[in-house]
T-cell receptor, first 115, second 112 residues
Framework: GAVVSQHPSRVICKSGTSVKIECRSL??????MFWYRQFPKQSLMLMATSNEGSKATYEQGVEKDKFLINHASLTLSTLTVTSAHPEDSSFYIC???????????FGPGTRLTVT | DAKTTQPPSMDCAEGRAANLPCNHSTISGNEYVYWYRQIHSQGPQYIIHGLKNNETNEMASLIITEDRKSSTLILPHATLRDTAVYYCIVRPLNTGFQKLVFGTGTRLLVSP
């Protein structure tokens, strides 16, 4: 199956700083990538959908100026959490899909801890 | 998208079949039933999907009732590594471009 990677797997940052998370499709062209957030013992919540070369579409309640998404190539999307606060601590997961795919492939997730 | 209902948790003995039910009584004629699972602290993993016929792959079998209002995911010989949260999702398109809406899922615990 298709492989999606995320980097870093874990990150700790101080409150007020920004952190960037990368999502890469390793063996296919990902025309669309999705970003999810998961708090402890809760389900995944979709944050935004990004299409290569276009602006991301954010779900209701997700601040686009705080969670910056860039999808500049067919294999890479980045999520930048700006001015992070402790309440942004969460498990961030990306998924990717491409032409002809009937499902999304998920990355392993990035655990963000804001101190 | 149609709403799904799953039991919050289930137990299964190692080596036995795990049958995970999902209710989707408001499913529309063009909506597919997808199953994913999430092992602790990992990203979700696709398992199987179907429209109205029963489906089988190397991981599991999917049984969809004739009226399509419910389905059952069957893991024929559960192992400890099958311990995970299993999500049943109904979606209108058979394409990866359709966004996924995750419910609360069923936490399956496989014990020795």
């Amino acid at each position: 199956g298709a492989v999606v990677s995320q980097h870093p797997s874990r990150v700790i940052c101080k409150s007020g700083t920004s952190v960037k998370i990368e999502c890469r499709s390793l063996d296919f062209q990902a025309t669309t990538m999705f970003w999810y957030r998961q708090f402890p013992k809760q389900s995944l919540m979709l944050m935004a959908t990004s299409n290569e070369g276009s602006k991301a579409t954010y779900e209701q309640g997700v601040e686009k100026d705080k969670f910056l998404i860039n999808h500049a190539s067919l294999t890479l999307s980045t999520l930048t959490v700006t001015s992070a606060h402790p309440e942004d601590s969460s498990f961030y997961i990306c998924s990717a899909t491409g032409q002809g795919f009937y499902e999304q492939y998920f990355g392993p997730g990035t655990r963000l801890t804001v101190t | 998208d149609a709403k799904t209902t799953q039991p919050p948790s289930m137990d299964c003995a190692e080596g036995r079949a795990a049958n995970l039910p999902c209710n989707h009584s408001t499913i529309s004629g063009n909506e597919y039933v997808y199953w994913y699972r999430q092992i602790h602290s990992q990203g979700p993993q696709y398992i199987i999907h179907g429209l109205k016929n029963n489906e089988t792959n190397e991981m599991a079998s999917l049984i969809i009732t004739e009226d399509r209002k419910s389905s059952t995911l069957i893991l024929p010989h559960a192992t400890l590594r099958d311990t995970a949260v299993y999500y049943c999702i109904v979606r209108p398109l058979n394409t990866g471009f359709q966004k996924l809406v995750f419910g609360t899922g069923t936490r399956l615990l496989v014990s020795p």
